[in-house]
């Protein structure tokens, strides 16, 4: 088990990580990223490759994270398309995992997309297997504080049931944040035991929570008022160990069920941020901004990395 962070790859970034100590990155594919999947050449990939290798560093997975299953079918189809070509710049890279929303159409149940997200991703499984690739969908419900409408429907234990069963690839897989499963009431060590099996990455963040604002604004949050920042009044993601989550449980859980992936920080605390919240309007732009941020990102590291089990290559001979 490495420790790592997302973000997007340059020559900069791959040298803060290495002095830093992190050892894994889960690398942007977005197209304003780096790593655009429609125009990287195979020479530019080698000299990634190269360099990250001379660091010691693997690339744990690729993340692009659209709503599949948003309202504007041509919207919609863009996202598919560009997905494609994400499973196969995983395969020219030798990354073996892509990370990614499951989506929801607004005004739409959970189950009324079941069928949808069922054909939709039945199509990208059967690439993916093709490819030797496999497919973490993360459980960031990706909520509207005002409109408390979301646009990814895989937040909870239940759902992701369903989806597997819609589903059953093994192609497919999870991408576990634990502090989306904080903030929704979802035991987050349980939720690592009954589906270890299918964590194929694991996003380290943490999250506060403010007992006293949730008392007045209650579960659904500030309502009045514009907020910046991702909480929504009562909550806000934390830097690992700045928050609630128990980390040594957390990787407890992750070692009992085999999982042999990596811990990669999502940098989303506005505390120790530099960019402006305000600034922030899509998924894409956290990653463009926050990942490249080195305050959390360095906090995050000294508390987690003491924790992180030795691998075999580090225990003494007997």
Known sequence: MRLGFYTDYSSEIAQFAETTGFTSLELSAW??????????????????????????????????????????????????????????????????????????TPGWSVEDCLEPFAATFTDFCSEAEDLGVRIGIENCPMLNHKTRTGENMAYSPEIWAAMFEAVPSRALGLEIDPSHLVFLGIDYVQAIKDFGDRIVHFHAKDIDIDERKRATMGFYGQAIGKLTGFGNGW?????????????????TALTDVGYE???????????????????IDSEADIVEMLGKEPNALVLGYRFLSPLIPLDSSELLPH
């Not at 992936?261 to 600034?279: P, Q, R, T, Y």
Request: charged fraction near 35%.
């Open 31 to 104: 197209p304003q990223s780096s790593l655009n999947a429609d125009e990287v050449t195979d020479e530019r990939i080698k000299e990634i490759r190269a360099d990250l290798d001379a660091r010691n560093i693997e690339i744990s997975a690729l993340g692009y994270y659209p709503n599949y299953l948003a309202a504007d079918s041509r919207e919609a189809d863009e996202y598919k398309r560009y997905f494609r070509k994400v499973l196969e710049l995983a395969d020219r890279m030798d990354v073996p995992t892509v990370c990614t929303f499951a989506g929801q």
């Open 235 to 251: 909550w806000r993601f934390r830097a690992p160990g700045w928050g609630v989550i128990d980390w040594k449980r957390v990787i």
């Open 261 to 279: 992936g990596n811990l990669d920080i999502e940098h989303e605390d506005e505390v120790f941020a530099a960019s402006a919240m305000s600034k």
